[in-house]
């Protein structure tokens, strides 16, 4: 199991900006990684899917040009860079790790194919 710890949630006023990381646990790989959110409420939606090269990249249509997500080998962490941020993108989130390679693309977005999550981190965007 791939141990992920997410941080830096917080509030911000919308329009603001906020950068969560994920760090994975030291020694082990996530080869395809995503975000993921949860709204009270609401299930569980995608936010952003990146490959293992960070070259790939793919997103959900209600944050792509606002959300950017890259990752650091060095640091063994993958980052999600929120700009614009909007009251509707109040949510916990998580990260998720999928250490076996195969396809990490668009449908990794649905999130039923990650086998190991964070613990989340809350995200509160007034308006």
């Known amino acids: 199991q791939v141990q992920l710890v997410e941080s830096g949630g917080g509030s911000v006023q919308a329009g603001g900006s906020l950068r969560l990381s994920c760090k994975i646990g030291?020694?082990?790989?996530?080869?395809?990684m995503g975000w993921f959110r949860e709204a009270p409420g609401k299930g569980r939606e995608g936010v952003a899917v990146?490959?293992?090269?960070?070259?790939?990249?793919y997103y959900s249509d209600a944050v792509k040009g606002r959300f950017t997500v890259s990752r650091d080998h060095n640091k063994n962490t993958i980052y999600l860079q929120m700009n614009s941020l909007k009251p509707e993108d109040t949510a916990t989130y998580y990260c998720?790790?999928?250490?076996?390679?195969?396809?990490?693309?668009?449908?990794?977005?649905?999130?039923?194919?990650?086998?190991?999550w964070g613990q989340g981190t809350q995200v509160t965007v007034s308006s």
């Open positions: 998720a790790a999928d250490r076996d390679l195969g396809y990490c693309g668009t449908r990794r977005l649905s999130g039923t194919d990650f086998p190991d």
């Open positions: 030291d020694g082990q790989t996530g080869y395809c």
């Open positions: 990146i490959a293992y090269g960070g070259r790939s990249t």
